[in-house]
């Protein structure tokens, strides 16, 4: 699973001329699914966007996570989750891009859905795009502030 974070201080998805879901200040976050994720990569995921710690305290510093800016006022802080598959384009051979490693849509759309309900279950506030919809997702960068996550990369933390 790979997730593309960016910190906005605003964001929107329009599908055919409609705005189809907007957030003020929080985090837009493209998704890519593979065909092997599942729950495990969906939780380590969740559990880490939720905690980074990325967003500015009281003296401007990155050190205040998600879940911390929430905890003092739950509708100052929204995410948007946008499924994309192109996260897992292979531009290793030729000119375009293969797409093998991306799961199949019947596979990608529920592990999506259940991404954003693991992020809800956090108390976060989350809009979507609309899966498969060719979508205008503008948004304005706030820092700017851009993160690549991929479950690959990460290790489940220790319990206990």
């Not at 092997?36 to 967003?55: C, F, Q, S, V, Y």
Request: hydrophobic letters at 45%; aromatic letters at 6%.
């Amino acid at each position: 699973m790979r997730v593309c974070l960016q910190r906005v201080s605003r964001a929107s998805v329009t599908v055919e001329s409609a705005i189809v879901d907007a957030i003020g200040a929080g985090y837009v976050l493209l998704v890519g699914i593979s065909p092997e994720d599942g729950h495990e990569e969906i939780d380590l995921l969740a559990g880490k966007i939720a905690n980074l710690r990325i967003l500015d305290d009281a003296d401007g510093m990155m050190n205040r996570s998600a879940l911390e800016y929430i905890a003092d006022d739950p509708t100052s802080f929204s995410m948007l989750v946008v499924s994309q598959f192109t996260l897992y384009a292979d531009t290793r051979k030729g000119r375009r891009p293969s797409w093998a490693h991306a799961a199949p849509p019947q596979v990608a759309e529920p592990m999506v859905a259940l991404f954003v309900d693991a992020l809800r279950s956090f108390g976060f506030q989350v809009g979507t795009g609309v899966f498969g919809a060719e979508m205008a997702v503008e948004l304005v960068n706030d820092g700017p502030v851009t993160i690549w996550l991929d479950s690959d990369d990460l290790q489940a933390p220790r319990r206990g």
